[in-house]
């Protein structure tokens, strides 16, 4: 059974930075797709960072250059550095996997995963 459990998110200030991470249960990174989304009240679920086994990462436009993604095999630990936060990056950030099939790139796609964290909030203010 896979388990995602992120840590608590915060509140920051516009220019500030801020890191998640997210412990994972149940998987095997080098079968996985691992990403981070993120929900803004009022609006859609999007894709802002995805990694797969062999380190390769997409980003949201939103986010280059701001955002990275990383993970630890050994400690099954996805994490998600937000530099220069913007009042736009509030929103409830959630971390995902889903197992992969094939060396395609790992989608910012949130209907193609499967297996959901339970959120955390980031506030941004400006």
């Known amino acids: 059974q896979v388990q995602l459990m992120e840590s608590a998110g915060g509140s920051v200030q516009a220019g500030g930075s801020l890191g998640l991470s997210c412990k994972a249960s149940g998987i095997t990174y080098s079968n996985y797709c691992m990403g981070w989304f993120r929900q803004a009240p009022g609006k859609e679920r999007e894709g802002v960072a995805t990694?797969?086994?062999?380190?390769?990462?997409e980003y949201a436009d939103s986010v280059k250059g701001r955002f990275t993604i990383s993970q630890d095999n050994a400690s099954n630990t996805l994490y998600l550095q937000m530099n220069s936060l913007e009042a736009e990056d509030t929103a409830m950030y959630y971390c995902?996997?889903?197992?992969?099939?094939?060396?395609?790139?790992?989608?910012?796609?949130?209907?193609?995963?499967?297996?959901w964290g339970q959120g955390t909030q980031v506030t941004v203010s400006s």
């Open positions: 990694i797969d086994a062999g380190g390769n990462r």
């Open positions: 995902a996997a889903r197992r992969r099939f094939t060396t395609a790139s790992c989608l910012l796609l949130p209907s193609a995963y499967n297996n």
